[in-house]
């Protein structure tokens, strides 16, 4: 129920796990408020609270993509399969983070579903975004973060739509 | 000799990440499985002495995987592994019978640590 919780707490939160994992993770260092990720972009998607709807996005240049696969893996060819499994993993665990710092902040335990890949950047139709944070890797790479809630303005279908970006 | 892993967990990443950070130590993976009852019916057959396995997966989670295996296997050693980061579910995974808790991102060190313990 992550709506519940004041937009400028849940942004502090997403930035502070955002960064402090990527970093641990991967020891890639991102930067705030970056210009907007363009050309080759992929987005990563995890839906929190079915019933609520809420969701996070993390879209980035395909060259972020690939260097979080190459540190996270230890390896240096990365095909497109390994790009994708890497990048699921590692929304997943932003995501376990983010519920952590959310179970005391929200007093419910936030539970979210199996990530998806897509290219392009991604937005869940029927939703509007509710916080976008702007980064920029240690090697000039853009991404963003995007939680997106419900449009209750909008007719929802369930499909999503990809804006910018695909290859 | 060294001591033989088996991976459960949902992402093929996990796997290939420890096989990489237990490069020249005393473990090797010997099995992945890529969900609970995967893990339930292959434990036999692998025979490993620690399994370390991830919580959130699609069907049982790693939770209920793991109270089934101990069940089965009292002798299994466990390892839950999980980015979610929860006094309850650490608790619930102690209470089960499991040996240690890791946090993704996993790193060396804490996966060398954890695994002993799980040894001990």
């Known amino acids: 129920m992550l709506t519940a919780v004041p937009r400028e707490q849940l942004a502090e939160i997403f930035d502070q796990v955002v960064r402090e994992i990527t970093r641990q993770a991967v020891g890639v260092s991102l930067c705030p408020n970056g210009g907007v990720p363009e050309g080759e972009l992929y987005t990563v998607y995890i839906a929190f609270d079915e019933h609520f709807g809420t969701s996070l996005s993390f879209c980035a240049e395909r060259a972020l993509f690939i260097r979080l696969a190459q540190c996270m893996i230890m390896e240096e060819d990365i095909s497109p399969q390994d790009m994708e499994a890497v990048a699921k993993e590692y929304l997943n665990i932003l995501c376990g983070h983010i519920a952590a710092q959310m179970f005391p902040a929200g007093k419910t335990p936030v539970r979210f579903s199996v990530p998806a890949f897509y290219p392009g950047r991604y937005v869940p139709r029927g939703h509007k975004e509710h916080i976008v944070l702007t980064y920029t890797g240690d090697q000039m790479e853009k991404a963003q973060l995007i939680h997106c809630i419900p449009d209750r303005g909008a007719c929802g279908a369930d499909a999503g739509y990809q804006t910018e970006g695909v290859n | ?120």
């Open chain 2, 1 to 120: 000799m060294k001591k033989r892993l088996m991976v459960v967990d949902d992402s093929r990443v996990m796997e290939l990440q420890i096989c990489k950070l237990l490069e020249n130590s005393k473990y090797e993976v010997v099995a992945y499985c890529e969900n609970g009852e995967e893990a339930i019916a292959r434990y036999e057959e692998v025979q490993p002495d620690i399994v370390t396995m991830d919580i959130i997966m699609p069907g049982i989670d790693g939770l209920e995987a793991a109270q089934v295996l101990l069940e089965e296997h009292p002798e299994a050693r466990i390892v839950m592994v999980s980015s979610l980061i929860c006094e309850e579910t650490i608790q619930d995974a102690e209470a089960i019978g499991t040996k240690a808790f890791l946090y993704k991102p996993v790193q060396r060190e804490g996966l060398l640590k954890a695994l002993d313990k799980a040894l001990l």
